[in-house]
């Protein structure tokens, strides 16, 4: 992941999906995923994690992107 990639994600996506309210199923697949994992496999899920909400990210700016060209979004 490239280095504006690793700043977005850390300064503005992370932060954002923290203060997002979790629900009772969130919760569940959350500790699940927290409390069987090694320290290598905790970094292993936090960095795919990381990637999939960088990408994701971009993808919406593309897509927004794309819509306003065609005139799909009015602005």
Request: glycine share 8%; hydrophobic share 40%; net charge negative.
């Amino acid at each position: 992941m490239s280095d504006f990639l690793s700043f977005l994600y850390a300064h503005y996506i992370k932060p954002y999906l923290d203060t997002r309210p979790r629900d009772d199923g969130d919760t569940f697949r959350a500790s699940l995923c927290e409390n069987n994992q090694t320290e290598e496999t905790r970094k292993d899920v936090e960095a795919v994690v990381a990637f999939a909400a960088a990408h994701a990210f971009l993808l919406g700016l593309r897509t927004g992107a794309g819509l306003a060209e065609e005139g799909g979004l009015q602005t």
